[in-house]
């Protein structure tokens, strides 16, 4: 009989597993997204010098996009220790990574007070966010689907995915109570630095939750199997490359849909259409959460219905939002500005909420963390990255060709799901 040292651990309770797994991702898309709707308002005059309003934004989007290159790295790194290593430290240690990257931002000086090294500092803290997420995503998913029972992976999967509608309400919703309660001379001044600072909060009530779990029932199989490879990446890439490409293809449209109603929705809404800042800010708000409806209402059916059928609605509505774009967010009013932001979002939830189920299913647990982390984060340089920067680019040509953008990643979405035909559904 073992010992009672030697007896492990209890496994965490159902609550505790998927409160830890949308928790951790919570924060951490709330300190992502405190960085989109400050690149879309106050970054390109503070951190970037240029002689036009447009190049100034450009370049702060661009900033924005470093993360997307930084993600797939961090998607690397963390993949290796979290299918070598382990789930539960392997998220530990990506939460404190972008959250301490996070708080670091507060402190920056600006351009006007020390130059070049502003935006270098801006840059370097904003790759040490997309290394961090880079691991967050994948890992949170595979604690909440390793743990599901068989037949409810897709419901317990969605609690990821909802962690970007929570983050971004607790980022936008902060930005929108600043507004309103400083003045412009302040909000520029001191005010913005303000989210960045609450992240130290969220990140140590992420840790509390997260050190308390035990490791997923996949991976303890897998370990004891001796089924874990010594490199993942190179096993990943060598065994399973199609559904590399067949999850990275599946996550583009998610991404574009989401930089798009959001990051730059907020940025030529008041910059260019004229609207208040606050005015913006409380309609997205409002729009985010139909994005949540959309990814409970996908997840829990997709546990029905299969994974792939919901995906394939959220993908033709992605097409069905670039096309109704230019008419509805240049209509002159911003009621209909936000019927298609509560549209776009919405099916949005509907090409997201199921992925947190489909991803995993890809890939044998040997590899998964690695797997899911880099088609998730691959697929949001095509459509997360490159979204804001091509819009800013199309834009003085028409919102329409904007929304072409929207109609080519649903396509490309499109066609990661046929690369799997023939295959299971999820």
């Known amino acids: ?29 709330y300190d992502f997204y405190i960085y989109a709707t400050a690149a879309a308002l106050v970054f390109g005059e503070l951190f970037f010098p240029a002689e036009s309003k ?3 934004q450009m370049l702060s989007f661009a900033s924005f996009g470093l993360a997307f290159i930084a993600r797939p790295v ?4 963390f993949g290796h220790f979290g299918d070598r ?44 966010q997309g290394f961090g997420l880079g691991g967050e995503w994948g890992g949170a998913a595979l604690l909440a689907v390793e743990n599901a029972p068989p037949h409810r992976r897709n419901t317990w999967g969605m609690f990821p995915p909802l962690g970007a509608p929570v983050g971004f309400l607790m980022a936008n919703g902060l930005f929108l109570i600043l507004g309103l309660a400083l003045d ?23 840790l509390w939750v997260r050190l308390k779990l035990t490791e997923t029932p996949a991976f303890v199989e897998a370990e004891q199997a001796e089924a874990l490879p010594k490199v993942p990446i190179a096993t990943l890439m060598l065994d399973h490359g199609r559904a590399v490409l067949a999850g990275t293809g599946g996550v583009i449209a998610c991404f574009a849909l989401f930089y798009l109603a959001t990051a730059f929705t907020l940025g ?58 230019g008419p509805m967010l240049g209509a002159g009013s911003l009621f209909v500005v936000f019927l298609w932001l509560a549209f776009a979002l919405f099916v949005m939830g509907f090409a997201y909420g199921p992925l947190g ?14 797997g899911v982390s880099m088609t998730f984060n691959l697929g949001g340089i095509l459509g997360g ?39 299971p559904a999820a």
């Open 1 to 29: 009989m073992p010992s009672p040292s030697a007896t492990p651990p209890a496994p965490a309770s159902a609550r505790r597993i998927l409160t830890a797994s949308l928790v951790g991702t919570a924060v951490e898309f």
């Open 54 to 56: 447009t190049a100034q």
């Open 85 to 128: 290593v382990g789930r539960k430290s392997t998220l530990v240690a990506s939460l404190m990574l972008m959250g301490g990257s996070t708080v670091a931002i507060a402190f920056l000086p600006t351009y006007d007070q020390v130059g070049w090294v502003a935006p270098l500092l801006l840059c370097l803290l904003r790759l040490g």
């Open 184 to 206: 412009e001379a302040q909000f520029r001044a001191w005010g913005w630095r303000l989210p960045f600072l609450v992240s130290a909060v969220l990140v140590v009530l992420g």
């Open 385 to 423: 990255a490159v979204a804001p920067i091509a819009a800013e680019a199309l834009a003085h040509r028409g919102l329409g060709w904007i929304g072409l953008y929207l109609v080519g990643a649903g396509l490309l979405s499109l066609g990661g799901l046929a690369l799997l035909r023939g295959r």
């Open 268 to 325: 030529y809404g008041t910059k260019t259409l004229g609207y208040g800042r606050e005015a913006m800010l409380a309609v997205e708000l409002v729009a985010i959460l139909f994005l949540a409806a959309g990814v409970i209402v996908a997840s829990v059916t997709a546990d029905r219905t299969g994974a792939r059928r919901m995906l394939v609605i959220g993908f033709l509505g992605c097409m069905a939002a670039g096309l109704a774009m």
């Open 357 to 370: 189920g489909w991803l995993p299913s890809l890939f044998p647990a040997g590899v998964r963390y690695t």
């Open 74 to 77: 961090g998607a690397i790194v």
